[in-house]
């Protein structure tokens, strides 16, 4: 299915890293994540439904303080932080059983503070 075309659509982000291969591999395995590489050698993704593209960055810094957090949606909040700490991550705010919302956040292989969300029911 091609992605949604439309004014105002998040559609490619720019993920700093320090090594763009385990950072890619990280993103795969994690999140389904397809890997491709530019004629410049760059590695490039599309998300796991193909709407949003990217590429992981060499010296910009990370994103290590949650400012703008963006979330990455999972089937299961649970598997996922096991599967996050199993490939290099770190989770730095756990899910909280009592939150109205079912997220955590965690720091990838570079640095990077992001979220997941699991879509309730």
Known sequence: MPPTIGNGKICY?????????????????????SLRQHGDGTTAFDDGVGQVSGMWVLNRP???HPGIVVSIMVDSAVATVDLITAHGGEIVQPIDPNASEITAHFRDPGGNVLGIYQEPG
């Open 13 to 33: 982000l720019e993920i700093p890293a320090t090594d763009a291969a385990i950072s890619s591999a990280f993103y795969a395995a994690c999140f389904g994540w």
């Open 62 to 64: 990370p994103s290590t």
